[in-house]
């Protein structure tokens, strides 16, 4: 949702490049993305996301492109970076795992302009009952570089 709420901000198609599709277009809707400005791209694994992600990103015509990775090391991630330098798109790499062991890599350095750790808090309530609006804690990671 984080995600999405940034992704929201620019003009233009946005991809999102997953290996699971397990997100849900009216959540996305209600981070200001709506669903006909979304091209899903589902991938087999994390290195066709990554091939998938440099060539949209060397598209450039896109308002941001959105790759889900487990592994993100600093040769991919200058790969990227190379992609989108000079272009108005952005590039997001949510570093996101479904098992402990994914997250291994998760320390090391990267090519990105900025890391962040994101997470939830708990939601805001809303007048409507069981409802509440997403929160989120937003930091820069340490070490980030």
């Known amino acids: ?8 901000r620019t003009e233009g198609p946005v ?18 993305l709506p669903p006909d400005r979304v091209i899903y791209v589902e991938a087999g694994d994390d290195k066709t996301v990554l091939a998938c ?10 308002g941001a492109v959105v790759a889900e990775v487990a ?7 200058r ?5 989108v330098e000079g272009k108005q798109t952005i590039g997001i790499a949510l ?13 090391q350095p990267t ?7 994101v997470s939830t808090l708990p939601s805001a309530p809303l007048p409507v009952r069981r409802v509440g609006r997403h ?11």
């Open 15 to 32: 991809f999102w490049i997953w290996t699971q599709p397990d997100l849900f277009a009216p959540s996305l809707a209600q981070a200001g």
């Open 71 to 77: 592994a993100l090391n600093m040769t991919a991630s």
């Open 79 to 83: 790969r990227l970076q190379l992609a």
């Open 95 to 107: 570093r996101r795992w479904r098992r402990q062991a994914d997250a291994a890599d998760f320390g």
């Open 111 to 117: 090519s990105a302009v900025t890391r962040w750790r």
């Open 53 to 62: 992600t440099e060539e949209a990103l060397r598209h450039g015509s896109l």
């Open 1 to 8: 949702m984080f995600s999405a709420g940034i992704a929201a």
């Open 135 to 145: 929160r989120w804690l937003a930091a820069p990671a340490i070490g980030a570089s």
